[in-house]
């Protein structure tokens, strides 16, 4: 699976971050979108694809703690066993808390 963080449109001077992941298969998850803010808006996610999650971030950018909701995410979708996550611009440290994340799913 591969991991993608793609900022998005510069509305107001922001940006947005989607995480998207998918595998050499073509399936894909459901997205996360990061917002700079301290409270989530709903119309924020009415046009997003059903299933995704949204977290708030006070940059706007991914951190640990949001990394660690993603992963349960994505445990929610992809196949069972292993497998090999490929990160294309991460920009969270990883940290013990990530890796026993990780190897929980």
């Not at 449109?9 to 998918?22: D, K, L, P, R, T």
């Not at 949204?54 to 995410?73: I, P, Q, Y």
């Amino acid at each position: 699976m591969w991991v993608n963080n793609a900022k998005m449109g510069q509305e107001h001077g922001e940006s947005e971050i989607i995480v998207s992941c998918g595998n050499a298969l073509g399936h894909i998850i459901p997205p996360m979108a990061l917002f700079k803010n301290f409270r989530m808006k709903q119309e924020w996610m009415d046009n997003l694809p059903t299933g995704s999650i949204a977290a708030m971030t006070s940059r706007g950018s991914m951190t640990s703690e949001v990394f660690v909701d993603w992963l349960n995410h994505l445990a929610s979708y992809k196949s069972q066993g292993n497998c090999l996550l490929i990160f294309d611009g991460p920009k969270c440290h990883l940290n013990y808390r990530i890796l026993q994340r990780a190897e929980k799913h």
